[in-house]
């Protein structure tokens, strides 16, 4: 299966500051998705994006398919952004399960 | 659209229960993944469905768990004889399709004393 490697794996910053979170693949994927998982264990929906670039809000992400990363990008950041952030692939044929990466625990300080 | 809904969210048990975790996925869904969770770690795939047939389950971590999707609707994970390293996060997802975005549930936090 694929590896999926996050960084960095700590984050701390001040609220209002920016920030860039990358995620590398050992093999082209079909699916790529990251998350949020916040205190609560919640695992939220951030973006599907197997390719391309997509923007909500404050959050935006850029995956380069042929290079094999992708990039979430969190402007502005506030308190509530804190947490655990996920990115996960499927390359398909096989198990057909998302590989998660450990994760960056991004933690924004007031 | 009501999101995948799973039940119990909390699970305390005695080594060597039994267990069964539900999970119920978004309406018109036809995939249904289970994974597993440890404290620091990303969620580990366990199995998935397709409707009602299990297309792969040799990601299960022993012959202890057990998955089923009698009608293609809501599906249950059971662990038999858990041990203390069962404590888990288990979190189950649902997609429309193969390379559609799976979409998690809160999860079943299950703890073994």
């Known amino acids: 299966g694929i590896q999926v490697e996050q960084s960095p794996p700590d984050l701390i910053l001040q609220e209002g500051a920016n920030s860039t979170l990358r995620c590398n693949f050992s093999?082209?994927?079909?699916?790529l998705q990251w998350f949020h998982q916040n205190p609560w264990g919640q695992l939220i929906n951030l973006f599907y994006?197997?390719?391309g670039t997509k923007q909500n809000g404050r959050l935006s992400a850029t995956t380069v398919a042929t290079e094999r990363y992708s990039l979430l990008y969190i402007s502005s950041s506030q308190t509530t952004d804190s947490g655990v952030y996920f990115c996960a692939g499927y390359s398909g044929g096989g198990a057909d399960g998302l590989t998660f990466g450990k994760g960056t625990h991004l933690i924004i300080q007031p | 659209d009501t999101g995948v809904s799973q039940n119990p969210r909390h699970k305390i048990t005695k080594r060597g229960q039994n267990v069964t975790f539900r999970c119920d996925p978004i309406?018109?869904?036809?995939?249904l993944y289970w994974y597993r969770q440890t404290l620091g770690q990303g969620p580990e795939f366990l199995t998935y469905f397709q409707n009602e047939a299990q297309l792969e389950k040799s990601r299960l971590l022993s012959d202890r768990f057990s998955a089923e999707r009698p009608k293609g609707s809501f599906s249950t994970l059971e662990i038999q004889r858990t041990e203390q390293g069962d404590s888990a996060m288990y979190l189950c997802?649902?997609?429309?399709?193969?390379?559609?975005?799976?979409?998690f549930g809160d999860g079943t936090r299950l703890s073994i004393l």
């Open positions: 309406s018109e869904h036809n995939r």
């Open positions: 994006i197997p390719s």
């Open positions: 997802a649902s997609s429309f399709w193969a390379d559609q975005p799976q979409h």
């Open positions: 093999d082209s994927v079909n699916n």
